[in-house]
């Protein structure tokens, strides 16, 4: 058997209770490695909420624990290649199989690279709480259905600067008719926010992402309208660090390049100073962020 664990935690995970997230991430798991399930939900001592007043995603079936990963137990450890190389896993997934609370002991984070550059939450009483298995859990399931999705990536030089492209804005700020945009577009059909990333930025500035690490950055949602569509929409932002390169247009559609007025590698201290409309609006400040935080455990949203 590729999993064994608890008859309680073995029951819970066969549940028809159980987030289809949840299956499906222990089924992609499974697939490449034997895991040992300490607790899905029977038997935790919290409840519903945390002592952090967070909401507890194993009461929920939402979450899983694992106390071993081929045969070799997290506790004691945790830097183990077979519970390394499952984290690593965790790290490739697409962002809506993708776990949005990946805890753990404070080695393993470190031995992935630690939580700025993973996205897992790395926070030291955290941690220590989960010093001897590895929690991988949901947040409340999305019940919004979106009109249109979109992937855009902040692309940052060796140097830092940050490649913007400026285009008609349209009707988002009275009186604009030009502002600078983070480069990416709308998702096609079955396509992940991060594949759609991936093309987006090759269509539009020729650079290759395959490869590269993609980090979860932020995301705006909020009402809008884009030619004949109105209703829900969401934008996801990444980060990627790319090589400095020369950006080629030759990929964009008619339409596009109409629009396009140009593009330009902005140095983050002159965007924080620019009065020209940037879009998001907050950018400058979230990258600031970003640079100082020694940890980035989730998605920040910002103003729709």
Known sequence: MRLTGTPEALADLASAEVDPRLRRLVEVLLRDHVLDVRRVRTGHPMGPVTPGGRDNDHYFYRAVDLAAVDGRPVAGRPIAEPVVSLGRTLLTLPTELRPTSVLGPAEWHAALGGGQRTGFRDVPAVNARHHDHLHLGYGAPARTTY???????????????VLLVRSRFRSEIPGSELAWFVPGGG??????????AVREIREETGIELTGIPLVPLAYAEGDGTLGELSGPMRDDFFLAEVPRTEVSTTALEAYEREALDRYRWWPLAE?????EPVVPS???????????????????????
Do not use: F
């Not at 998702?187 to 759609?196: C, F, I, S, V, Y």
């Not at 935080?293 to 949203?301: F, G």
């Open 147 to 161: 009109v249109r999705r979109s992937a855009r990536v902040v692309l940052v030089d060796p140097g830092g600067a």
């Open 187 to 196: 998702l096609e059909a079955g396509e992940t926010p991060e594949a759609a």
């Open 271 to 275: 965007l924080r100073r620019t009065t």
């Open 282 to 304: 907050g950018l400058p400040q979230l990258l600031h962020a970003y640079q100082q935080s020694d940890t980035w455990p989730e998605p920040r949203r910002l103003d729709w």
